[in-house]
């Protein structure tokens, strides 16, 4: 059984891929980059009384990531509504 994906499943896919991409890009440069890999510069600057880097590592990372998540199901919704729109148009 060959399945076959239209052009407006691609599109949709095609997004829906981007940003993924997008989104672990940030959780990648949050999570490892400024946790670990730009720890020592940032270690430099006080945030809350507490250096910058000890702060997105324990507590920064966790709401970056809770951000990404209700970014991406904002956006996911937004797409969704959009695709189906298009099925609705192409029915008519």
Known sequence: MS???TEKQKWYWKKNIKLIIILLIVWFLVGLGA???F???LSKIQFL???LSFWIAHQGAILAFI???LTYAIRMDKLDK???EMLKEEKS
């Open 3 to 5: 399945q076959t994906l």
């Open 35 to 37: 946790g670990v890999l």
């Open 39 to 41: 720890a020592e510069p």
């Open 49 to 51: 009384n507490v250096s």
């Open 67 to 69: 951000i990404l998540i």
């Open 82 to 84: 959009q695709y189906k």
